[in-house]
């Protein structure tokens, strides 16, 4: 009975170079949500997809950053040309969708930029 | 824009002592959500409230859904070392989906 994975938990890269971060959801979850944390504060929603479909990009800087959910395998999040400001936990949510709003984390990628 | 405002932001406290932390906000919630998170881990979700003026537990951890609908309460009776994390609310954000805004925590630090 498998959790929310993330993959990799900790992940440097050199300023410029491209960070993918992968997320399997929970058997049976549809919905799947990507939050930043920086350091000493909350979790900030960044996107919220469902299967081949971006739901609400709000949270997401405009430019650099992108996120996918395809029909087969898991979800990744894709930054360009990273910066060092993009160093932070990035973390994967999903949930059963319908009337639920519980929202099962994964244990998260440590994005550090060099 | 909704706002969770979490106190207080840390606390100290003896082993076997009660804890209480809270959470409000200027507008309404339907549902209240309590995560814990140990450093270097994701947030584990403990209560889920579904209703106002709801009571739930789990465990030594109690959690309320306040009257107004603009705050909730988290009670942890006879604390443990392994409580020590950092506490946060979090509730979804009006007619947008199912995503999350979240407090910015309540740090629990248990002395043994």
């Known amino acids: 009975n498998a959790g929310v994975m993330q993959n990799p938990r900790h992940l440097v890269r050199r300023r410029g170079q491209e960070a993918r971060l992968r997320c399997s959801p929970m058997k049976g979850h549809s919905h799947v949500y990507w939050y930043r944390q920086l350091p000493e504060e909350g979790l900030k929603f960044m996107v919220y997809l469902q299967k081949e479909n971006i739901i609400d990009e709000s949270g997401m800087p405009k430019e650099r950053f992108s996120a996918e959910f395809p029909k087969e395998g898991p979800s990744i999040l894709r930054i360009q040309q990273v910066v060092r400001g993009d160093s932070a936990a990035y973390f994967c949510?999903?949930?059963?969708?319908?009337?639920?709003?519980?929202?099962?984390f994964g244990p998260g990628t440590r994005l550090t930029v060099t | 824009g909704q706002q969770l405002n979490q106190s207080p932001q840390s606390m100290f406290i003896q082993e076997g002592e009660d804890v209480s932390m809270n959470c409000t906000s200027s507008s309404i919630f339907n549902t209240w959500l309590w995560y814990k998170q140990d450093p270097g881990e994701g947030p584990v979700l403990l209560i889920a409230l579904y209703k106002a003026g709801e009571l739930t537990s789990n465990g030594r951890l109690t959690a309320q859904f306040g009257i107004t609908r603009k705050d909730s309460f988290l009670n942890i009776s006879a604390s443990i070392p392994s409580d020590v994390g950092i506490y946060f609310c979090?509730?979804?954000?009006?007619?947008?989906?199912?995503?999350?805004?979240f407090g910015q925590g309540t740090e629990l630090s248990v002395k043994p």
């Open positions: 949510a999903s949930s059963p969708g319908g009337f639920s709003y519980e929202q099962y």
């Open positions: 979090a509730g979804p954000i009006y007619n947008q989906g199912g995503k999350l805004i």
